[in-house]
């Protein structure tokens, strides 16, 4: 089945700068890459996906990136505010279907003032 | 908060008790999914199901039973088997043919003592 690796576990950046998430997949069949992003006691809510036929993919201060043949997709986010802290984790379809997702073990956010 | 809903948000169960979770989604979905979330860790698959009156195991279905008999609803059983049922029970769902988007519920903290 599917492999989810996702560093670092946590991460810590001065407000205004930038943060990059990584992770690596098992499944070459995985074809649909989410980033979901969880507040404390909260249901996790997606942020931003990307399609294995696309390699980046942009929405204002979020980008996501991946890398088929090196099977690993990163989540870049720009200009970091106090209300980006939070546990973001990444995740692949396993089998390339809709059998349900693998997911990290997600990585912590913390926005310095 | 979208058309997924799961109750109640916090459960207390005594070991040895069959405890079951409620999901119903008014989104018109086919597929529904349930996870297990423990602190500190990623979202692991527990059972999933693409239609009415069929479903399938995920990476941790021992000790879980669930059941589709309406495409709205979709509940989760933890049985006594389950060694370790303490955790927070998410429930998601898909339009599939559309997207493998995944919409999650708030949630229910189980606690068994």
């Known amino acids: 089945g599917e492999n989810v690796e996702q560093h670092p576990s946590t991460l810590s950046v001065q407000e205004g700068d930038s943060a990059v998430i990584k992770c690596t997949y098992s499944?070459?069949?995985?074809?649909?890459f989410p980033w979901y992003k969880q507040e404390l006691g909260k249901r996790p809510q997606l942020i931003i996906d990307?399609?294995?036929?696309?390699g980046e993919k942009k929405d204002q201060r979020i980008a996501v990136t991946l890398n088929k043949t090196a099977k690993h997709f990163s989540l870049h986010i720009t200009e970091t505010q106090p209300e980006d802290s939070a546990v973001y984790f990444c995740a692949a379809n396993s089998g390339g279907g809709a059998d349900g997702l693998t997911f990290g073990k997600g990585t912590h956010l913390i926005i310095q003032p | 908060d979208g058309g997924i809903t799961q109750s109640p948000k916090y459960l207390f169960r005594k070991e040895g008790q069959n405890v079951t979770l409620s999901c119903e989604q008014n989104l018109n979905h086919d597929a529904m999914y349930w996870y297990r979330q423990d602190p500190g860790q990623g979202l692991r698959l527990i059972y999933y199901s693409q239609i009415v009156n069929d479903f399938q195991k995920g990476d941790i279905a021992e000790g879980y039973s669930v059941s589709r008999e309406k495409k709205e609803s979709f509940p989760l059983t933890v049985t006594s088997a389950q060694k370790n049922p303490t955790a927070f029970y998410l429930c998601a769902s898909s339009i599939v043919s559309v997207s493998y988007e995944q919409y999650f519920g708030p949630g229910t903290r189980l606690t068994v003592t």
């Open positions: 499944d070459s069949a995985s074809n649909y």
């Open positions: 990307i399609r294995s036929n696309v």
